[in-house]
């Protein structure tokens, strides 16, 4: 017998019980949990701290690169939930799973701060070496063993690289925008 093509309205009933579920599963697993406040912490405290320090004559640059990274990180964090290489037990909100507080605050948060700080590329090159082992070695680590993470078909060592490409490939676009905008006055 034939596998059986789903319908597109067999796909949003499914849709629709997989909502429900996640929302169960949020009231009575996730809100309030150690993991809750400790995602709603990771939302806040970066973005504090990335106040305090940001040079404000810098900032429109700043932003543009750390939003950039941020639509990156996302469709790439996206695309690894979506081939099921991780996943995320806990929810700081359940109506946007895919929402990551990592992904809005903690890794924007640091590269933008290694942008700032790190001007020339060598130093950038290195900085975000070393921010891609802290991340991929420390971090995720620490994540995987709070729960909030999980490693479904995937490994800390392929991270690494990528951690470090989507920085150089953001920069480089930046600068070629910055570059274009600046030609255009």
């Known amino acids: ?7 597109f309205e067999e796909i949003k009933e499914v849709d629709r019980k997989l909502t429900e579920m996640r929302h169960q599963y949020y009231q009575n697993h996730d809100l ?3 993991q809750w406040w400790f ?8 973005w504090v701290i990335w106040w305090k320090l940001v040079d404000k004559s ?5 932003l543009l690169y750390g939003f950039v990274l941020i639509f990156v990180i996302i469709v790439l964090d996206n ?16 109506l946007i799973p895919q929402i990551n507080p ?4 903690v890794l924007p948060v640091f590269h933008m701060l ?3 700080y790190f001007r020339t590329w060598k130093s950038f090159v290195i900085a975000n070496i070393v921010m891609a082992f802290l991340f991929s070695f420390i971090f995720e680590p620490i994540f995987v063993w709070l729960r909030i993470y999980e490693l479904d078909n995937w490994k800390y ?7 470090i490409a989507k920085a150089l490939v953001v920069r480089w676009l930046i600068e070629f925008i910055l570059k274009k905008a600046k030609g255009q006055r």
């Open 1 to 7: 017998m034939p596998n059986q093509i789903p319908s």
């Open 32 to 34: 309030f949990s150690f």
């Open 157 to 163: 060592i392929y991270s690494f690289p990528i951690y």
């Open 39 to 46: 995602l709603l912490f990771t939302v806040i405290i970066p």
């Open 79 to 94: 695309i690894g939930s979506e081939l099921q290489l991780w996943s995320y037990p806990y929810h700081l909100i359940h």
């Open 114 to 116: 290694v942008y700032q």
């Open 102 to 105: 990592v992904d809005y605050s």
């Open 58 to 62: 810098r900032i429109k640059d700043i």
